[in-house]
């Protein structure tokens, strides 16, 4: 059956080709012989443009999907026509040389059918694009036109004897005809039944478009525009048939064109209806003609009112209603565009005036760039859309918290990236269903790229702060962990062996012969250099890193307090943080401290610290002669040994009041 | 007395053996960490274990530990805790739960009869506190009122008392004889309110306890 099809289809392509090139070859001898004709030869290509594109569709339709009646109706569509439009010309030629002619009466016959033109944009205006009515309510005004123009052909065929064209007259080869009386009455009917079919058949177009999935949509939005063609074809031919007196081969060539369109929008309705844009050529079309309806009717008015100040026929009323027209044209563009894409393209228009509220509400501080994701869901009808952040000199991306994100999620949505310029500002995920509309998409992106791109900045922003703390903290870190090993070596290593040594030394001294026992005070004194050694080397390691730091913040601070020279009030917290978060404090204390009693002259120092909400604070008061400078060197240091930890530190010292020094240190983990 | 030693480095651990036996004590065992000293201690019933405070695996406080369960499953055997450096608080409540135990820093050693007296007390029930530690606790004072009232040279035998010491000690150390170290003590305790037999060890307790009690308060 497939097979059948498939040759079928094949059979029916080659006689329109074989349609055609008789067309061509007979009105070629026609023009050679000097028979004037309505078809001039450079307006050829039109027609072959007209006849052969709906056979190739057909053909290219019918050969992948031989089940769906589109293919059929583009193909024999195109074959009516062809033969139709050979018969004219062979009408042409055969009749010139002969009035009587057989073959020239059946061809003048045939060139009768001129429905042949609108037979198939009809049948597809039921059946497209699946080849079925949209609904079985559909039955009946579809066998109506299929009846009407049925009818319409028949009589064309059989309802007069005489035929007239562009052949001149001639009479009809059949035997036997309705009649002139009968026929005419018939016709009329019938007539009109096609015109009424031709209203219903794009009310069917409407009905499917209203009901149909996005998809169904925008297939049929792309024959709409075809379809659209004919009534401004109809409507230009026959005010050129007011205006000239005759449509001519002008005429001719666009019906010719109109037709090629239709085959060319069932082609890429069938094949890639979500790549072109229908609907913006569409609303550019329909604004065009109301444009060009507006600004000759502002012409037409100008003339008349500038005609009855300057007398009628004027070139000055002609010159001013001219330049009415030209003012108004600006400001007509555009109001006519903005109406149109209201009405067309209301979806783009609502999207884009919605990010460009957004981007209003940024400038204004009312919204966060980073929600440029939430406001395209929004925008693009899309709860499923997101945008992710391209960070430079990396190959990664980050989400709108300035998380880095290992990969694109592989989730089914589509990766789109927004460029500004040649520089990919980000990756908007999206889901598929979005794509049909690329032109929404597209405005949408534009209007919401400067958006992108500060949130894009400030994501970077963010991410660099947070590398260049979490690096600096390792680097405290590192700092503490050397000192903490540097303090093992201290007392495990070096100071050991003093110990050892001087052990060895004691018991050579005590094993001393009696005769030699002059060398005790040596070896006495050589001990003491030993202990004096050992000392030093405790208070070095103490200064690296205070080993009472092992039992907590509080024991260090009590044993600080305790060697201190003048009385320090300690309430420290007995609650444990996190070991680099008490070294850091423990050493601003020990700063505090020196400088208390070093710099400050204090007579009394209070230290406080306390934990709650993840924080430890940390409190050094003394009652000095105040007035320290923040940006001395030792405070320098103290302030950035907390930042280093993301915490604050805090001084207050006006001369004369005292020092006081406030530190707040996160115990994160 | 018979000894047992716990002490990572070898070379140490052989002078300070060296040191006690000079002395005539008798090292019965040597370890090198917590677990083999456990072993040698259960083995020999010792009278003295002289312990590091840092050692295998971690040198963290693996000596001190070691020192509580001896203390608690072989009442028998005094500990005496060498560390490098000094680590208050939990050494003083070790000292002041009782008898028996000593703290001293590594370098005391090297006052080779300081550091035996020390080891002898502790093992014979007494106790030894590293004078740096009570210099802390004196330091960290914050009402220094009772203190104020005693001469120095009343608050140097109350270090001395706060040690360990003995009379006999104290008075070797400052050159009096025993009879005026005794009258020292004696105006030391009640000018504190502490009223206890002045020969006891239970008063190093007692003065302890007021240390820390008054340091915390």
Same mark, same amino acid.
Request: charged residues 20%.
């Given at each position: 059956?497939?097979?059948?099809?498939?040759?079928?289809?094949?059979?029916?392509?080659?006689?329109?080709?074989?349609?055609?090139?008789?067309?061509?070859?007979?009105?070629?001898?026609?023009?050679?012989?000097?028979?004037?004709?309505?078809?001039?030869?450079?307006?050829?290509?039109?027609?072959?443009?007209?006849?052969?594109?709906?056979?190739?569709?057909?053909?290219?339709?019918?050969?992948?999907?031989?089940?769906?009646?589109?293919?059929?109706?583009?193909?024999?569509?195109?074959?009516?026509?062809?033969?139709?439009?050979?018969?004219?010309?062979?009408?042409? @030629?055969?009749?010139?040389?002969?009035?009587?002619?057989?073959?020239?009466?059946?061809?003048?016959?045939?060139?009768?059918?001129?429905?042949?033109?609108?037979?198939?944009?009809?049948?597809?205006?039921?059946?497209?694009?699946?080849?079925?009515?949209?609904?079985?309510?559909?039955?009946?005004?579809?066998?109506?036109?299929?009846?009407?123009?049925?009818?319409?052909?028949?009589?064309?065929?059989?309802?007069?004897?005489?035929?007239?064209?562009?052949?001149?007259?001639?009479?009809?080869?059949?035997?036997?005809?309705?009649?002139?009386?009968?026929?005419?009455?018939?016709?009329?009917?019938?007539?009109?039944?096609?015109?009424?079919? @031709?209203?219903?058949?794009?009310?069917?177009?409407?009905?499917?478009?209203?009901?149909?999935?996005?998809?169904?949509?925008?297939?049929?939005?792309?024959?709409?525009?075809?379809?659209?063609?004919?009534?401004?074809?109809?409507?230009?031919?026959?005010?050129?048939?007011?205006?000239?007196?005759?449509?001519?081969?002008?005429?001719?060539?666009?019906?010719?064109?109109?037709?090629?369109?239709?085959?060319?929008?069932?082609?890429?309705?069938?094949?890639?209806?979500?790549?072109?844009?229908?609907?913006?050529?569409?609303?550019?079309?329909?604004?065009?003609?109301?444009?060009?309806?507006?600004?000759?009717?502002?012409?037409?008015?100008?003339?008349?009112?500038?005609?009855?100040?300057?007398?009628?026929?004027?070139?000055?009323?002609?010159?001013?209603?001219?330049?009415?027209?030209?003012?108004?044209?600006?400001?007509?563009?555009?109001?006519?565009?903005?109406?149109?894409?209201?009405?067309?393209?209301?979806?783009?228009?609502?999207?884009?005036?919605?990010?460009?509220?957004?981007?209003?509400?940024?400038?204004?501080?009312?919204?966060?760039?980073?929600?440029?994701?939430?406001?395209?869901?929004?925008?693009?009808?899309?709860?499923?859309?997101?945008?992710?952040?391209?960070?430079?000199?990396?190959?990664?991306?980050?989400?709108?918290?300035?998380?880095?994100?290992?990969?694109?999620?592989?989730?089914?949505?589509?990766?789109?990236?927004?460029?500004?310029?040649?520089?990919?500002?980000?990756?908007?995920?999206?889901?598929?269903?979005?794509?049909?509309?690329?032109?929404?998409?597209?405005?949408?992106?534009?209007?919401?790229?400067?958006?992108?791109?500060?949130?894009?900045?400030?994501?970077?922003?963010?991410?660099?702060?947070?590398?260049?703390?979490?690096?600096?903290?390792?680097?405290?870190?590192?700092?503490?962990?050397?000192?903490?090993?540097?303090?093992?070596?201290?007392?495990?290593?070096?100071?050991?062996?003093?110990?050892?040594?001087?052990?060895?030394?004691?018991?050579?001294?005590?094993?001393?012969?009696?005769?030699?026992?002059?060398?005790?005070?040596?070896?006495?004194?050589?001990?003491?250099?030993?202990?004096?050694?050992?000392?030093?080397?405790?208070?070095?390691?103490?200064?690296?890193?205070?080993?009472?730091?092992?039992?907590?913040?509080?024991?260090?601070?009590?044993?600080?307090?305790?060697?201190?020279?003048?009385?320090?009030?300690?309430?420290?917290?007995?609650?444990?943080?996190?070991?680099?978060?008490?070294?850091?404090?423990?050493?601003?204390?020990?700063?505090? @401290?020196?400088?208390?009693?070093?710099?400050?002259?204090?007579?009394?120092?209070?230290?406080?610290?306390?934990?709650?909400?993840?924080?430890?604070?940390?409190?050094?008061?003394?009652?000095?002669?105040?007035?320290?400078?923040?940006?001395?060197?030792?405070?320098?240091?103290?302030?950035?040994?907390?930042?280093?930890?993301?915490?604050?530190?805090?001084?207050?010292?006006?001369?004369?009041?005292?020092?006081?020094?406030?530190?707040?240190?996160?115990?994160?983990? | 007395?018979?000894?047992?030693?716990?002490?990572?480095?070898?070379?140490?651990?052989?002078?300070?053996?060296?040191?006690?036996?000079?002395?005539?004590?008798?090292?019965?065992?040597?370890?090198?960490?917590?677990?083999?000293?456990?072993?040698?201690?259960?083995?020999?019933?010792?009278?003295?274990?002289?312990?590091?405070?840092?050692?295998?695996?971690?040198?963290?406080?693996?000596?001190?530990?070691?020192?509580?369960?001896?203390?608690?499953?072989?009442?028998?055997?005094?500990?005496?805790?060498?560390?490098?450096?000094?680590?208050?608080?939990?050494?003083?409540?070790?000292?002041?739960?009782?008898?028996?135990?000593?703290?001293?820093?590594?370098?005391?050693?090297?006052?080779?009869?300081?550091?035996?007296?020390?080891?002898?007390?502790?093992?014979?029930?007494?106790?030894?506190?590293?004078?740096?530690?009570?210099?802390?606790?004196?330091?960290?004072?914050?009402?220094?009122?009772?203190?104020?009232?005693?001469?120095?040279?009343?608050?140097?035998?109350?270090?001395?008392?706060?040690?360990?010491?003995?009379?006999?000690?104290?008075?070797?150390?400052?050159?009096?004889?025993?009879?005026?170290?005794?009258?020292?003590?004696?105006?030391?305790?009640?000018?504190?309110?502490?009223?206890?037999?002045?020969?006891?060890?239970?008063?190093?307790?007692?003065?302890?306890?007021?240390?820390?009690?008054?340091?915390?308060?």
């Amino acid at each position: 059956m497939r097979r059948y099809a498939r040759s079928l289809a094949w059979l029916t392509a080659a006689a329109v080709v074989v349609a055609a090139v008789a067309e061509v070859v007979v009105r070629a001898v026609a023009q050679s012989r000097g028979i004037r004709h309505s078809f001039a030869p450079e307006w050829e290509l039109f027609y072959l443009a007209g006849v052969l594109a709906p056979a190739v569709v057909g053909l290219g339709v019918a050969l992948r999907r031989p089940g769906n009646r589109v293919a059929w109706i583009l193909l024999f569509g195109s074959l009516f026509v062809a033969v139709v439009m050979a018969a004219v010309a062979i009408a042409g @030629l055969a009749l010139h040389h002969d009035r009587n002619s057989v073959a020239g009466r059946w061809a003048a016959l045939v060139s009768q059918e001129w429905p042949c033109f609108f037979a198939w944009p009809l049948a597809l205006a039921f059946l497209f694009p699946d080849g079925r009515l949209p609904s079985p309510r559909w039955r009946l005004p579809a066998a109506f036109a299929a009846v009407s123009t049925g009818g319409m052909v028949l009589l064309l065929f059989f309802g007069s004897r005489d035929l007239t064209g562009g052949f001149g007259h001639a009479t009809s080869p059949l035997p036997w005809v309705i009649g002139e009386g009968v026929g005419t009455a018939l016709f009329w009917p019938c007539f009109v039944g096609f015109l009424v079919s @031709l209203i219903s058949g794009a009310a069917c177009v409407r009905a499917r478009y209203r009901r149909g999935s996005e998809d169904v949509r925008r297939q049929v939005l792309w024959l709409a525009y075809g379809v659209l063609l004919l009534p401004i074809w109809f409507g230009a031919t026959a005010l050129w048939g007011l205006v000239v007196g005759d449509s001519g081969e002008g005429g001719q060539a666009l019906l010719m064109v109109v037709q090629a369109w239709l085959a060319v929008a069932v082609a890429v309705a069938v094949s890639r209806h979500g790549l072109y844009q229908i609907d913006r050529l569409i609303s550019r079309t329909v604004a065009f003609l109301v444009l060009t309806a507006l600004l000759a009717a502002t012409y037409a008015a100008g003339v008349t009112l500038a005609g009855l100040a300057a007398g009628r026929g004027s070139a000055a009323a002609a010159a001013l209603a001219t330049a009415i027209a030209a003012l108004a044209f600006g400001p007509l563009r555009r109001r006519v565009q903005t109406a149109v894409d209201r009405r067309f393209a209301r979806a783009r228009f609502e999207a884009v005036a919605l990010i460009g509220g957004f981007v209003d509400d940024v400038h204004n501080a009312r919204a966060e760039p980073e929600d440029v994701g939430a406001a395209l869901a929004v925008a693009l009808g899309d709860p499923t859309a997101e945008v992710v952040f391209r960070l430079p000199e990396t190959t990664g991306y980050a989400d709108r918290e300035g998380r880095l994100l290992p990969g694109l999620p592989d989730d089914g949505r589509v990766h789109r990236p927004v460029l500004l310029g040649e520089r990919e500002l980000g990756v908007l995920l999206h889901d598929p269903a979005v794509e049909r509309n690329p032109d929404l998409l597209r405005a949408v992106l534009a209007a919401a790229a400067v958006a992108i791109e500060l949130a894009r900045l400030r994501v970077e922003l963010r991410l660099q702060l947070a590398a260049v703390e979490s690096s600096r903290a390792r680097i405290a870190q590192a700092g503490y962990e050397e000192r903490r090993r540097l303090e093992r070596d201290l007392h495990d290593g070096a100071q050991q062996r003093l110990v050892t040594l001087g052990i060895v030394l004691r018991r050579l001294q005590r094993s001393l012969p009696r005769q030699a026992q002059v060398l005790v005070p040596a070896l006495d004194a050589a001990v003491d250099e030993v202990s004096g050694a050992i000392n030093d080397l405790r208070t070095i390691a103490a200064g690296v890193r205070p080993p009472r730091l092992d039992q907590g913040l509080a024991a260090a601070l009590t044993d600080l307090a305790r060697g201190a020279t003048v009385p320090v009030e300690l309430h420290a917290t007995p609650e444990r943080a996190p070991p680099d978060v008490e070294v850091t404090a423990y050493f601003v204390a020990c700063e505090a @401290l020196t400088n208390a009693i070093k710099h400050a002259s204090s007579s009394h120092v209070e230290m406080h610290s306390a934990r709650d909400d993840g924080v430890l604070r940390l409190v050094i008061a003394d009652d000095g002669v105040g007035g320290a400078r923040p940006s001395g060197g030792g405070l320098t240091g103290l302030a950035d040994r907390v930042a280093a930890q993301g915490g604050t530190l805090k001084i207050v010292s006006a001369p004369g009041a005292g020092t006081r020094i406030a530190v707040e240190l996160p115990c994160v983990s | 007395v018979r000894v047992v030693i716990a002490e990572d480095t070898v070379l140490l651990r052989e002078g300070l053996a060296g040191l006690l036996e000079d002395a005539g004590h008798v090292v019965v065992g040597r370890a090198g960490d917590a677990d083999v000293l456990l072993a040698l201690v259960e083995e020999h019933q010792p009278e003295l274990a002289v312990v590091d405070v840092r050692m295998p695996p971690d040198y963290d406080r693996e000596g001190t530990r070691a020192a509580v369960a001896i203390r608690r499953d072989h009442p028998r055997t005094a500990v005496l805790v060498l560390s490098q450096h000094i680590e208050t608080r939990d050494v003083v409540e070790l000292v002041s739960s009782g008898g028996g135990f000593g703290y001293l820093l590594k370098d005391r050693v090297l006052d080779v009869d300081d550091f035996l007296d020390a080891a002898r007390r502790v093992a014979d029930g007494g106790s030894a506190l590293d004078p740096q530690v009570v210099a802390g606790l004196f330091g960290g004072r914050r009402d220094h009122d009772a203190l104020d009232e005693l001469t120095p040279r009343e608050r140097e035998v109350l270090g001395l008392v706060a040690e360990g010491r003995t009379n006999a000690g104290i008075s070797r150390r400052l050159w009096l004889t025993e009879k005026t170290v005794e009258t020292h003590v004696r105006s030391i305790l009640m000018k504190l309110g502490l009223v206890i037999n002045t020969e006891d060890h239970r008063r190093v307790l007692a003065v302890l306890a007021y240390l820390r009690a008054s340091d915390q308060g």
